[in-house]
């Protein structure tokens, strides 16, 4: 892609990776092409994903060469998609803020043994996509469920210049010499994705997906007389027992005009299902590469 070439060759976190791999000597063509990154999200955490993601990642013939626990804020999310994020609706980017401040997350370096596309693209391909009516047997993310674009569980680097750009967003420069180092021997480290998924569990509690719960707990905080008058005439179509998506994004949208503080979790889960998750028009600075792409791009002489 010679947009993403042009725009990665400038890029702050892209070319810290690759000036580091240069100076620890690694080739980072080579380095890119064997290594993915696969990012157990906040939402990952609160459905104990861990597990289920290290025995799906041996039973796809990945191996996890490093493992990092990562804390995220605000600034991390409109880094790691800055080329995509020009498309996501306000209502998408205040939910990501409610998401990243729910737990840490969990950063995994894999590598496998194929050679016919890089590591990153076969990932992000047995991944699956982030619409769930999309997903397939067989994908990570229709094993570990979720149940709109938002909650997806998690993210992969889409390629292998992906790989050097995210290491740049998720890691510092210590860190990262670590963890280059980690997979560059390429030891299983499996059990450290599995002890840090304990760990950061401490601090986390098990979640529900279930939109009825979560609408029963927002239904009882609405239940609240001290509600400001204009929250308080949204809140009152909500009472009942079945409520149109129209009216929960109503509520929800007036609770945050007017500084009401919900249940955060309460609020991704049914917040994630009515508000819009993209503005209406517009197209991603960046858009994603899969498998046929990068094969075709590489190997046909397209770009």
């Given amino acids: 892609m010679p947009e993403k070439s042009a725009a990665y060759t400038h890029d702050t976190y892209y070319l810290e990776t690759a000036d580091q791999l240069a100076t620890l000597d690694i080739d980072a063509h080579t380095f890119a092409h064997r290594h993915g990154l696969l990012f157990l999200k906040p939402d990952a955490i609160a459905a104990r994903a861990v597990e289920p993601t ?5 039973a796809n013939s990945f191996r996890i060469v490093s493992a990092r626990k990562v804390v995220a804020d605000r600034h991390l999310v409109r880094a790691l998609w800055y080329f995509q994020w020009n498309i996501a609706s306000p ?3 205040r939910l990501a803020e409610l998401l990243v401040d729910i737990s840490s997350a969990l950063l995994l370096v894999v590598t496998d043994t194929a050679d016919e596309v890089p ?13 769930p009516s999309k997903r397939r047997p067989g994908e990570l993310r229709h ?7 938002l909650l997806n569980m998690v993210h992969t680097a889409d390629e292998p210049a992906d790989v050097l750009r995210e290491l740049g967003v998720y890691l510092t420069e210590s860190d990262r010499a670590a963890v ?3 997979s560059v021997r390429g030891a299983d480290r ?4 599995r002890h840090l998924g304990s760990e950061i569990y401490t601090d986390c509690p098990s979640r529900s997906f279930d939109r009825a719960h979560a609408e029963a ?6 239940r609240d ?9 949204s809140a009152d179509g909500v009472q009942v027992a079945t409520t149109s998506d129209a009216g929960w994004a109503a509520v929800i949208l007036a609770c945050w005009q007017h500084g009401v503080r919900l249940d955060p979790w309460a609020t991704l889960v049914v917040g994630s299902a009515v508000l819009p998750m993209r503005t209406p028009t517009g197209t991603q600075t960046l858009g994603p590469v899969g498998p046929a792409q990068w094969h075709t791009n590489r190997y046909g002489g397209t770009t």
């Fill in 225 to 233: 007389a001290n509600l400001p008058a204009a929250v308080r005439d």
């Fill in 54 to 58: 290290v025995e799906w990642l041996q």
């Fill in 190 to 193: 499996s059990g450290d994705a």
């Fill in 217 to 222: 707990v927002l239904r009882e905080q609405l």
């Fill in 91 to 93: 209502e998408r980017r």
């Fill in 119 to 131: 590591t990153s693209v076969r990932l992000t391909d047995r991944k699956g996509p982030t619409a």
């Fill in 143 to 149: 094993l570990l469920g979720g149940s709109s674009y």
């Fill in 180 to 182: 280059i180092a980690e």
